[in-house]
T-cell receptor
Framework: DGGITQSPKYLFRKEGQNVTLSCEQN?????MYWYRQDPGQGLRLIYY???????QKGDIAEGYSVSREKKESFPLTVTSAQKNPTAFYLC????????????FGDGTRLSIL | GQNIDQPTEMTATEGAIVQINCTYQ??????LFWYQQHAGEAPTFLSY????GLEEKGRFSSFLSRSKGYSYLLLKELQMKDSASYLC??????????FGKGTMLLVSP
């Protein structure tokens, strides 16, 4: 079954700690995306990557970092510089053609201890 | 800048028809997507419009008017399972989507 897998489903972070959210896809998609979703805010783009070893900042990249060493994987690190990290994080992928929809993982809910 | 507006909440009755509107002002336009999202779950793709007119897919239809910067999602024969958030998203031509804040639809018996 092809799809996008995010892990873990729930994650807790202590103050001053970096945490990494995993996103893996076996859809052979070139493009991958990270979004943050807060209540009443919709989805906001953090980072995206259209090809291996390349990525661009989205609208709210501050306090986050990513890597794209393999086509299948696009991990997101929430650094200690992100002062309000509590949110629902969604990873998506697509074929990077404008008329193709993005496919989403089931999300990771991050909370502060 | 990019701006996408949707109503925050709507309510409807089982079996009825509901129309969810979306207006957009973006620097470019390369298509509009509608997604459904149940609470705590992943958004799932519903429809895509790039040309003016109506696209029909079973109980769901989506309409686009590019000159007016306007789209709507029409849901017919509403079922309880249609209670969800509906997200409008525009591809403005930069390989990314800009999402509206979503419309929470509550279907009552």
């Amino acid at each position: 079954d092809g799809g996008i897998t995010q892990s873990p489903k729930y994650l807790f972070r202590k103050e001053g700690q970096n945490v990494t959210l995993s996103c893996e896809q076996n859809l052979n998609h070139d493009a991958m995306y990270w979004y943050r979703q807060d209540p009443g805010q919709g989805l906001r783009l953090i980072y995206y990557s259209q090809i291996v070893n390349d990525f661009q900042k989205g609208d709210i990249a501050e306090g986050y970092s990513v890597s794209r060493e393999k086509k299948e994987s696009f991990p997101l690190t929430v650094t200690s510089a992100q002062k309000n990290p509590t949110a629902f994080y969604l990873c998506a992928s697509s074929t990077d053609r404008n008329n193709q929809p993005q496919h989403f993982g089931d999300g990771t809910r991050l909370s502060i201890l | 800048g990019q701006n996408i507006d949707q109503p925050t909440e709507m309510t409807a009755t089982e079996g009825a028809i509901v129309q969810i509107n979306c207006t957009y002002q973006t620097s470019g336009f390369n298509g509009l997507f509608w997604y459904q999202q149940h609470a705590g779950e992943a958004p799932t793709f519903l429809s895509y419009n790039v040309l003016d007119g109506l696209e029909e897919k079973g109980r769901f239809s989506s309409f686009l008017s590019r000159s007016k910067g306007y789209s709507y999602l029409l849901l017919k024969e509403l079922q309880m399972k249609d209670s969800a958030s509906y997200l409008c998203a525009v591809n403005s031509g930069y390989s990314t989507l800009t999402f509206g804040k979503g419309t929470m639809l509550l279907v009552s018996p």
